[in-house]
């Protein structure tokens, strides 16, 4: 079997009021399609991923978003070209989106260039370009011993 992707992403948030129209937007200008808007979610569909936005249940709503604690660390969408991204920067700019850092190049991969930035809840969203294959470009060096960036991360 080969997989073909992420069929979707369901986040839990805290303020779905607030969230809702601030994935809606983001998700919108990266070509997202919400398929379902309700009072208690939404789903928005596009480039073969699915994002689900729901609210937290009452007794954890005391807890914020930390991305050291289990489960996740961020999300980070492909995109098509490091013209996207630059993009993406003008438009998180112009909705005064929190940027954790404009659109730079990483070590991660080759030619990776990425922007970070968060949601009203803290929670971190990465949008990248990678040119050609990326790891796969030179297979005979897979697996890496560490990956790229993580040298520091605890075992």
Known sequence: MEITGIAHIQLTVN???RAM?????????????????APNNLYMIGGRTGVAITRSSE???KYGFDQRRI?????????????D?????????????????????GS????????????PEGMRLEANFV?????????EQLPLKTMPGYENYPA
């Open 15 to 17: 303020d779905l009021q």
């Open 21 to 37: 129209p601030f994935y809606e937007k983001v998700l919108g200008f990266m070509g997202m399609k919400a398929v379902v808007k």
């Open 59 to 61: 007794e954890n709503r």
């Open 71 to 83: 489960g996740l660390h961020h999300i980070c969408f492909r995109a098509r070209s490091r013209d």
């Open 85 to 105: 991204i630059d993009a993406l920067y003008a438009f998180l700019l112009e909705h005064e989106v929190k940027v954790v850092h404009p659109p730079e190049e």
């Open 108 to 119: 991660w991969a080759l030619g990776y260039y990425s922007v970070l930035f968060e949601d």
């Open 131 to 139: 040119p050609g294959k990326g790891h796969f470009e030179h297979p």
